[in-house]
């Protein structure tokens, strides 16, 4: 079973700030993927970057970057040059290759409040 | 915007009685996947519809059902109530089941509560 641990519920970062918000997993599956989603208050959750365990390169969108550390099992998420718009819950998630639903395993989240 | 949409947007149910939420997926997309968020934890996956079949389902109890129709959107339904499924259900879709490796879109989400 896939499992996911955040262990930071809530961070402050000063505005425009680069920010880290941990992420650790669990698995014995040689291919996974790893995802980080944004869940303003309005709930939905919005997809901000991917990672596939045998991507040779940390993946980056944006203001986003994955820190991936294989050997570590960590997948933590850089937010460089901070928004106020960035407030909110972020949830990494593991997926599940085994059982060929691909289905997400969430850890708990982090909430993270911008300052002006 | 995702292109999902959900349906209604919240909703109150009495202990023991059923509820059908419903998710209009993207365009185009034939899979879809639906997730309990309780309060304050992670989302958690319910059962996923590939091509109009059950492809894979998390730890929850037959009373949670789903169906996807032809025309891919889906419905999710609950039935003999219980406080504890009080949450908000999300719905995620993706354009094929190998693509669900990658993105999944998710909806904005039915709000669920349970008195």
């Known amino acids: 079973a896939q499992k996911i641990t955040q262990t930071q519920p809530g961070m402050f970062v000063q505005e425009k700030e680069a920010v880290t918000l941990d992420c650790t997993y669990d698995t014995s599956d040689p291919s996974y993927g790893l995802f980080w989603y944004k869940q303003p208050s309005s709930g939905e959750m919005i997809f901000l970057i991917y990672q596939g365990s045998y991507d040779q390169q940390n993946a980056t969108e944006g203001r986003y970057s994955l820190n991936f550390q294989k050997a570590r099992k960590s997948a933590n998420l850089v937010i460089s040059a901070s928004q106020l718009g960035d407030s909110a819950m972020y949830f990494c998630a593991n997926r599940d290759d085994g059982a060929g639903s691909y289905q997400l395993t969430f850890g708990k989240g982090t909430k993270l409040s911008v300052i002006p | 915007e995702t292109g999902v949409t959900q349906s209604p947007t919240h909703l109150i149910k009495t202990r023991g009685q059923q509820v059908t939420l419903r998710c209009s997926s993207q365009?185009?997309?034939?899979?879809v996947s639906w997730y309990q968020q309780a309060l304050g934890q992670g989302p958690q996956f319910i059962f996923q519809y590939y091509r109009e079949e059950e492809n894979g389902r998390g730890n929850f109890p037959p009373r949670f059902s789903g169906l996807q129709f032809p025309n891919y959107s889906s419905e999710l339904n609950v039935n003999a109530l219980e406080l504890d499924d009080s949450a908000l259900y999300l719905c995620a879709s993706s354009f094929s089941l190998t693509a669900t490796r990658g993105k999944q879109y998710f909806g904005p989400g039915t709000r669920l509560t349970v008195t």
């Open positions: 365009s185009g997309h034939n899979t």
